[in-house]
């Protein structure tokens, strides 16, 4: 059975951090290119950031410098550091693995985790 379980949000102050945390079991993870998508209220669901399985990342432009993606092949897991957060970035946080074998793509998500910035 496939899960993608996030955990580490929370309420913090504007230029506060948080890290959130996407630990996997029932894929290949090694051949898996992982992605934090996040979606605001009123908003369609966006890449925050993600990294394939050579550990190339990518990183949406307004959190370039601000946010860190890393991932350990040996757990599994996928880790999201966020530092100097602002307003904009609350929203729920949501795990995303993309896999293809034999050319077929799966695709998997997360129930996502509440990320809210305010004083």
């Known amino acids: 059975q496939v899960q993608l379980v996030e955990s580490g949000g929370g309420l913090v102050q504007p230029g506060g951090s948080l890290r959130l945390s996407c630990a996997t079991s029932?894929?290949?993870?090694?051949?898996?290119?992982v992605g934090w998508y996040r979606q605001a209220p009123g908003k369609q669901r966006e890449l925050v950031a993600a990294?394939?399985?050579?550990?190339?990342?990518t990183y949406a432009d307004s959190v370039k410098g601000r946010f860190t993606i890393s991932r350990d092949n040996a757990k599994n897991t996928v880790d999201l550091q966020m530092d100097s957060l602002k307003p904009d970035d609350t929203g729920v946080y949501s795990c995303?693995?993309?896999?293809?074998?034999?050319?077929?793509?799966?695709?998997?998500w997360g129930q996502g985790t509440q990320v809210t910035v305010s004083s």
């Open positions: 995303n693995a993309l896999q293809r074998r034999l050319g077929v793509k799966y695709e998997y």
């Open positions: 990294i394939t399985s050579l550990g190339t990342t």
């Open positions: 029932g894929i290949i993870f090694s051949i898996s290119t």
